[in-house]
């Protein structure tokens, strides 16, 4: 490779890192003017009330296109909201693409072939996206463990006397993250005149927890028909606790297929890697012969086949 190219790349890259820097700087630039402004009595400070419920209002009514196709899917907002990182989505959309262009400029320089370059790319530029599907995994799988005792602990509360917002609120000083930060959310949220009802569903958006819908079903019910509610949370933290034991036998019965899942269907990807690392010729023809491309094609379709056969099977529901 020249050392022009090679000059040119490295410029490319410093000027991508840069801007990036300056894309992140710009918000936390508007944020130090506003405060600026409201220190020296240019601006107001607002109260903080109206803030949360102008921002929640203005959530709730937006509505990408995106959005509106495909209701059932998950938009990226909520998505970091659920996972709880303080970041926003363009952000994460330049890391990304930074992250993606010094992928392809890698391989450029270490003499990947051309149209394999953007592969690294693509890899690349999806690693923030798993890493916030993986905090949003281990905070929902963190949530679902806490909420039994949660609700044992809301359930003695009301049995001395408390109301369910001081209940909540016992939860939120006495339990650890995150079931802490939701519950004490909805008790500052009732405490600012939302309805506990609206307040509690709120939390369902957040929290797509199929157990918490169910506390919430109870609660909304009882507060509407009456009845030990005490009680009914006692029944639920035991069939919760109980179908966890009935889980963890599952995934311990299962583990096994799970495991050669995962080998069989990385074990045609690590050998077509190591392949073209020996041996380029020897796999070249699978994209550049007619029968190869059928073959591979073929292939890819009975790996996505088998996958989800294979999930088909050790995914069970309980």
């Given at each position: 490779m020249?050392?022009?190219?090679?000059?040119?790349?490295?410029?490319?890259?410093?000027?991508?890192?840069?801007?990036?820097?300056?894309?992140?700087m710009?918000?936390?630039?508007?944020?130090?003017?506003?405060?600026?402004d409201?220190?020296?009595?240019?601006k107001?400070?607002?109260?903080?009330?109206?803030?949360?419920?102008?921002?929640?209002?203005m959530?709730?009514?937006?509505?990408?296109?995106?959005e509106?196709?495909?209701?059932?899917?998950?938009?990226?907002?909520?998505?970091?909201?659920q996972?709880?990182?303080?970041?926003?989505a363009?952000?994460?959309?330049g890391?990304?693409?930074?992250?993606?262009?010094?992928?392809?400029?890698?391989?450029i320089m270490?003499?990947?072939?051309?149209?394999?370059?953007?592969?690294?790319?693509?890899?690349?530029?999806?690693?923030?996206?798993?890493?916030?599907?993986?905090?949003?995994?281990?905070?929902l799988s963190k949530?679902?463990?806490?909420?039994?005792?949660?609700?044992?602990?809301?359930?003695?509360?009301?049995?001395?006397?408390?109301?369910?917002?001081?209940?909540?609120?016992v939860?939120?000083e006495?339990?650890?993250?995150?079931?802490?930060?939701?519950?004490?959310?909805?008790?500052?949220?009732?405490?600012?005149g939302?309805?506990?009802?609206?307040?509690?569903?709120?939390?369902?958006?957040?929290?797509?927890n199929?157990?918490?819908?169910?506390f919430?079903?109870?609660v909304?019910?009882?507060?509407?028909?009456?009845g030990?509610?005490?009680?009914?949370?006692?029944?639920i933290?035991?069939?919760i606790?109980?179908?966890?034991k009935i889980?963890?036998?599952?995934k311990?019965l299962?583990a096994?297929?799970?495991?050669?899942g995962?080998?069989?269907?990385?074990?045609?990807?690590?050998?077509?890697?190591?392949?073209?690392?020996?041996?380029?010729?020897?796999?070249?023809?699978?994209?550049?012969?007619?029968?190869g491309?059928?073959?591979?094609?073929?292939?890819?379709?009975?790996?996505?086949?088998?996958?989800?056969?294979?999930?088909?099977?050790?995914?069970?529901?309980?």
């Open positions: 020249s050392p022009l190219v090679i000059s040119l790349l490295v410029f490319l890259a410093v000027e991508a890192v840069i801007g990036v820097v300056a894309f992140v710009a918000g936390n630039t508007g944020k130090l003017s506003d405060r600026l409201a220190l020296t009595g240019k107001k400070k607002e109260d903080e009330t109206t803030n949360i419920l102008r921002k929640s209002a959530e709730r009514d937006k509505k990408s296109l995106l509106m196709l495909t209701p059932n899917i998950p938009s990226l907002q909520k998505i970091i909201v996972a709880d990182v303080h970041i926003r363009s952000t994460l959309f890391i990304g693409a930074l992250l993606g262009f010094l992928g392809v400029a890698v391989s270490m003499g990947v072939k051309a149209y394999f370059a953007p592969l690294l790319g693509i890899v690349m530029f999806t690693v923030p996206f798993l890493w916030l599907l993986t905090k949003r995994w281990s905070r949530f679902a463990a806490q909420l039994p005792e949660a609700m044992e602990l809301v359930a003695r509360a009301l049995r001395a006397g408390h109301s369910l917002a001081a209940g909540m609120h939860v939120a006495e339990m650890p993250m995150p079931i802490a930060g939701e519950f004490n959310r909805v008790y500052e949220e009732q405490n600012l939302i309805p506990v009802e609206e307040a509690l569903l709120h939390m369902c958006d957040r929290v797509p199929i157990d918490l819908r169910f919430v079903t109870s909304l019910i009882q507060r509407q028909t009456g030990d509610l005490a009680e009914i949370l006692d029944k933290g035991h069939l606790r109980e179908r966890y889980l963890g036998q599952v311990a299962t096994e297929g799970r495991l050669s995962v080998i069989l269907l990385a074990m045609p990807f690590g050998l077509f890697l190591m392949m073209l690392h020996l041996k380029y010729d020897y796999v070249e023809k699978l994209w550049t012969h007619e029968f491309i059928k073959m591979s094609a073929v292939a890819l379709g009975m790996q996505v086949v088998g996958a989800l056969v294979i999930r088909k099977i050790v995914n069970i529901k309980v």
